[in-house]
């Protein structure tokens, strides 16, 4: 099959004008202009018109589990409050309840563009009764807060009914609900079984008075429930979080730096920026733009985070945070924060960013020979900047190409 375009956005090259794809399966075979890519090709060519061909987009933080809370908390005094209400919010749900939550999301995410996202689920054991829409990495969302001498069972547990699952990963939680062992055995296995790691990392001021002040409404907030304090005090999130990573000699020796990667990133000190400089920790880091304005976190520091090398992704994180899941509004909300970005470096945090980020950076994210056939097509019209208009695109995508298979939202 060809598919011909007025524009083709690979993102390797500038933009093909007059441009084609030719596919095979569910992979891209070549790409180029259309009149050579009909004389190396055979099969039926497909035009789209005045459209922009581009790879289908990645999600890099996205929790399905709650599709079904969008509208459901309003913005809370303090993060642990937000952390209460999403309690009750859960507690009025069941098994079934997530599944038919889960499926939505994935229905939704899928009309807005995306061919692959990162999810992470507080529910692995549901994974077995669900058929994604599209590419998923399953990351198990791992919380120990009430029973952290059981980590390693717990983590063992969870590996278990990931097994059918073709692609998965582990997020222990974040810090304050995550044991220092659940971290371990979770670097452990990522190195056995080389999968990828996600947690959630120095999101909130709470998190930080928490850590470096043993001090604040989240300190309260786990006290009261329990969670032994004695790790806070004396270190930021971030110095505590790479301890914690390099808590046992094998992950030390074993560690690389690619396993991880870490939402939020808002709250970092001095301090930590001269330790991210001197350790050369690079991590892949994914910021959820409109999810950070629900809870008016302190400015992400992009730049500083860029210039250091960090490889930035964006996500939607969940809708009991935010109103929906299109990764174009996402790069609409970041380019008003960054305006001096280009649109086209925009795109990069959606497709080749996450895509090296879930270490597929030989088969998503660009189109090119060899990467799985993912395309969507966003009208586009001529004297106009092609990313311009990927960016500024708010509908639902009308066409997309999923595994080499076409699908066409206005019939739906
Ligand atoms: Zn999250």
Same mark, same amino acid.
């Given at each position: ?37 009909? +004389? ?9 018109? %005045? @459209? ?88 198990? %969302? ?10 390693? %069972? ?25 044991? +220092? ?20 990392? *120095? ?76 350790? +050369?920790?690079? /991590? ?15 400015? /992400? ?8 090398? /960090? ?23 970041? @380019? ?8 086209? %470096? ?13 270490? @597929? ?36 995508? *009308? ?14």
């Amino acid at each position: 099959m060809i598919i011909r375009a007025r524009t083709v956005v690979t993102m390797d090259s500038a933009p093909i004008e007059n441009g084609a794809v030719a596919v095979s399966g569910n992979r891209i075979v070549d790409v180029g202009k259309f009149d050579e890519i009909k +004389k190396r090709n055979a099969g039926e060519a497909i035009d789209l018109g %005045e @459209q922009a061909l581009l790879p289908g987009l990645i999600n890099a933080h996205c929790h399905l589990d709650y599709t079904c809370l969008r509208g459901k908390i309003s913005p809370q005094k303090s993060f642990a409050d937000w952390i209460r209400a999403i309690n009750a919010e859960k507690a009025k749900l069941a098994a079934e309840d997530y599944v038919a939550s889960i499926n939505e999301g994935f229905a939704e995410a899928k009309r807005f563009g995306t061919t692959t996202i990162a999810n992470l689920t507080a529910f692995p054991e549901l994974v077995s009764q669900i058929s994604p829409a599209i590419h998923t990495w399953w990351f198990a %969302e791992l919380i120990d807060v009430r029973s952290p001498e059981r980590a390693d %069972e717990l983590v063992d547990r969870t590996i278990e009914s990931l097994k059918s699952v073709q692609n998965w990963g582990l997020a222990p939680h974040a810090l304050f609900t995550a044991s +220092k062992d659940l971290y371990r055995r979770c670097g452990e296995i990522a190195r056995r079984e080389n999968v990828v790691l996600t947690t959630h990392l *120095a999101e909130s001021r709470e998190e930080t008075d928490m850590f470096r002040d043993a001090s604040g409404p989240l300190y309260e907030f786990l006290k009261s429930i329990g969670r032994p304090m004695d790790d806070c005090g004396d270190k930021t999130p971030l110095e505590h979080f790479l301890r914690v990573r390099d808590s046992s000699t094998a992950l030390r020796s074993a560690r690389n730096d690619n396993d991880w990667l870490v939402a939020h990133l808002n709250e970092l000190t001095e301090g930590d920026f001269d330790l991210l400089e001197r350790s +050369k920790e690079r /991590f892949h880091v994914v910021h959820s733009p409109r999810s950070h304005d629900y809870f008016k976190h302190s400015r /992400f520091p992009f730049e500083r985070l860029r210039t250091l090398g /960090f490889n930035i992704c964006l996500g939607t994180d969940s809708l009991a945070s935010n109103e929906n899941l299109s990764l174009f509004a996402e790069m609409r909300r970041f @380019q008003r924060s960054e305006p001096g970005i280009s649109p086209d %470096e925009i795109l990069d945090m959606v497709t080749v960013n996450p895509a090296m980020a879930l270490h @597929q950076q030989t088969t998503l994210g660009r189109i090119r020979p060899g990467f799985h056939a993912d395309l969507i097509a966003i009208p586009c019209s001529k004297g106009r900047d092609v990313f311009d208009e990927i960016i500024g695109s708010d509908d639902p995508v *009308a066409w997309m190409l999923l595994g080499g298979k076409q699908k066409y939202f206005w019939h739906c």
